[in-house]
């Protein structure tokens, strides 16, 4: 089993910014790739940021945000900046994918615990 820890959400204001952080207790053992996801109140779960050999974003945060990793720590992150209200969600890391679409919730074995980052305007 793997645990998933987050840090670094909060209160940020429109066109601030804010660092994520997600350390695993253990590398997984089904693949390197890292992601990030957000749910927003009264919406589905969706796909933020991903990195394996190459990083994947949404085209809601491309541009702006930038998710990177330091495999000697286990970490990965998600810089934040520009941000906007609609960028307000609970965020979720996640590891431990099987298949190839890093866009797949179902995809991913381990998840945080999330945190929630509020924007306001």
């Known amino acids: 089993q793997v645990q998933l820890v987050e840090s670094g959400g909060g209160l940020a204001q429109t066109g601030g910014s804010l660092r994520l952080s997600c350390t695993a207790s253990r590398r997984p053992d089904q693949s390197d790739t890292k992601a990030w996801f957000r749910q927003a109140p009264g919406k589905e779960r969706e796909f933020v940021a991903a990195i394996s050999r190459a990083t994947y974003y949404s085209n809601s945060v491309k541009g702006r945000f930038t998710i990177s990793k330091d495999t000697a720590k286990n970490t990965h992150y998600l810089q934040m900046n520009s941000l906007r209200p609609e960028d307000t969600a609970v965020y979720y890391c996640?590891?431990?994918?099987?298949?190839?679409?890093?866009?797949?919730?179902?995809?991913?074995?381990?998840w945080g615990q999330g945190t929630q980052v509020t924007v306001s305007s």
């Open positions: 996640a590891a431990g994918l099987v298949g190839d679409t890093v866009t797949n919730i179902r995809g991913y074995r381990y």
